[in-house]
Every structure is written in C-alpha cells, then in structure tokens.
C-alpha cells in the first residue's frame, strides 16, 4: 500500500512537469507577408559644400579669433599669419619702383642728359644744312672747289646721321626705363600678392565645424586650419560591392542615426558616385532627408537600409525558430531541413520545405 501511495506520487510529480513543459513550449505557423528587400549601409551626416582652410605661407598664427560652431560670411578674416619678412620684401619693391617710375620720368637726369644732346645735335644739324645751301650757291658759279663742297656736304650728312642715332637711343632708353618701371610695378603687386597669402580668408559663408590650430601656434603651408560647411545636409552611404548594382536614384532609405537612437527618418537616393572609393573600399551613394531632423550635426554616423524592392506572398517565420541555418522542429517532433532565402534577426523567407499548415515548435535554448 506503501509502494502504490509512493508510486501515485512520483506520477503525480512527473505529470506536473510534463504540463509544465507543455505549457512552456512555444509554437507557430508561417505566414506570409509583403517584404521590402534592402541593402545595408552605412555612413554619416555631412552638409553640401564642406571646404578646408589652408595655410598659403609659412608662419606663427598671430590672429586666430573663430571657434568651433561659429558663423562665418564669405570673405571673412579668419586668420593672420606672422608676416615680417615679407611685408618688408613688399617695401623693398615699392622703393624700387618708384626709383623707376623717376627714371622713367621726361623730367629724370639721364632722358634730360639726352635731350640736351639731342637739342646740341639739331643746333649742329641746323648750322651745318644752312652751310651746306650756302656752298651750293658757291660751287655752281665755280667760286669753290668740289672737294670743299664736298666737305661740307659731308658734315651736314654727319650731322643729320648723329641727330637720329640720339634720337634713336633717346627713344630706347625711354622704352627700357619704362618696361622697368612695368617690371618694378608687377614685383610690387607680386609682393602684395604674397602678402595676402598671410591672411586667410573664407570661401563661402558657412559654418565653423573644426578648427584644427591654435593662436600663437606654427604652421606650415598647406597645413588645414579649419573646416567650414554650408548647404543642405547630405546622407553619405557606404555600399558594397555586391550590393551598388541593387541601387537606383529615388528609391527610398530608412534611416537610423546616431544622435537619435530611437528614431527612424526616410530619405531618397539622390546620387551614386560612379567610380570606387579605395580608401572606404565601398561604393558612395548620396542620400537627402524627406524630413530633416531637428539638430543636425555634420559628421554624425549613421546606418540605414535602402530599400531595392518589394515582394508580396513570400512565406516566412520568425528566425529563432530556425536552427543550423536551416533547420525547423515541427509539432510531431519531426525535425526538418528547408531551403531560406532572406534572412535577418527577426524574420526567415521560408523559399521551400514548409506550409502554411505546418505548426512549428521554438526550440530550447
């Protein structure tokens, strides 16, 4: 009676957890659904025009008065760069071209000097042309000899000969002197030129991302001082290469950023960059908001999902009812390999192995 009693017990407790178990088993069907197929990326949130500030020169940052978030309109003084040396190479030229602008000058002594050898030259030409009639009025009555005619003929001919030759050289000099002050006037506009390379300026009006220098710091040309953007804020997306050739323009994008971490935004595709990017070893596509967030920051990463089609009817089941990949327990405890298509943590494409009838089981962790 002992034994009968003892063995009701232990059935009754191996009943309880049979029913327990049933109770914890979960079960399901598939289903079927419409899918959006989509390709991952990701990437990050940057404005249209974003350019770098550069130093064109050499230098200690005298100047540097722009922080990070600062507004900032085309043309603005950003930056003054140490500028001793070439502000006094500048005044070295301006010395130099006034010095030719003098020489240049009707009034400058060496031009006087050939002037005055100029005006001596036609007083000789003169007294010479006026001889030269005189002797032949004289050498037609035979009142002097051909030789002496002939001398004089001789000087009036030198005489006009050394009045075009300064002539001449007067012009030249004249021209040489005036393409140096020309010349003196370019090395002056050279130096103001390179001057202005010591003061940077902005591009565009935009806004003050990052600021790379500090006042007082050396920096060499071609070093970045600041970025600055402005414009429409853009979604940068990395694809891979398995993925570009699914994308088109204007198909639509989920978007899950960073900054708003419970948050999804839409978006369109708007360009695809045709060559590869080796550095992101990714393909870039360009995608705009629908809907701008409400605080944009350029830089913030992000992840989204482009969707590249959709399909209706596709049978499915929930994921953590697939084991090995693709192995499903049915309700009679049959276990069953089946052919999946797309897949993620949440959902399984069941492409072939199930009915809609067939009632699956969750298999135990």
Do not use: W
């Not at 084991?323 to 797309?342: A, C, D, F, Y």
Request: charged residues 25%; contains cysteine; proline residues 2%.
């Amino acid at each position: 009676m002992r034994n009968l009693s003892r063995l009701s017990s232990y059935s009754f407790l191996a009943l309880t957890l049979l029913l327990g178990a049933c109770q914890e088993t979960e079960t399901t069907l598939p289903v079927r659904k419409t899918l959006e197929d989509a390709v991952f990326a990701s990437g990050y949130m940057e404005q249209e025009n974003i350019y770098t500030v550069s130093a064109k020169a050499d230098g200690i940052l005298l100047s540097f008065p722009i922080l990070e978030g600062d507004s900032v309109q085309k043309g603005d003084l950003i930056a003054v760069i140490e500028n001793d040396i070439q502000h006094n190479q500048l005044q070295d030229a301006m010395v130099v071209h006034q010095d030719a602008i003098a020489d240049a000058s009707p009034d400058s002594p060496q031009l006087q000097h050939l002037q005055t050898q100029i005006e001596q030259a036609k007083k000789q030409l003169a007294f010479d042309q006026e001889n030269y009639a005189r002797y032949q009025k004289l050498r037609a009555t035979n009142s002097i000899s051909q030789l002496e005619f002939e001398k004089i003929k001789l000087q009036s001919q030198n005489a006009q000969s050394n009045l075009e030759a300064l002539e001449k050289n007067y012009e030249d000099v004249e021209n040489s002197l005036q393409l140096n002050q020309k010349r003196s006037l370019v090395q002056v506009n050279t130096q103001r030129t390179l001057l202005q390379d010591y003061k940077l300026r902005t591009g565009q009006s935009g806004q003050v991302i990052q600021v790379f220098k500090k006042q007082g710091e050396l920096v060499r040309k071609g070093e970045a001082i600041a970025r600055i953007s402005s414009g429409a804020y853009l979604i940068k997306l990395f694809v891979a290469e398995d993925d570009i050739t699914k994308v088109d323009l204007n198909q639509s994008v989920a978007v899950h950023i960073n900054t708003y971490p419970n948050r999804v935004f839409t978006a369109r595709v708007t360009k695809i960059y045709p060559g590869f990017d080796e550095a992101e070893q990714s393909y870039i596509v360009e995608a705009q908001f629908n809907q701008l967030p409400d605080k944009m920051f350029s830089g913030t990463q992000l992840q989204a999902n482009i969707e590249v089609g959709r399909r209706e009817n596709v049978l499915v089941i929930p994921s953590d009812y697939v084991v090995k990949g693709s192995i499903v327990r049915l309700e009679t405890g049959e276990e069953k390999q089946i052919e999946t298509g797309n897949k993620d943590n949440l959902i399984t494409e069941v492409v072939s192995g199930l009915t809609e009838e067939d009632v699956l089981i969750k298999p135990t962790q």
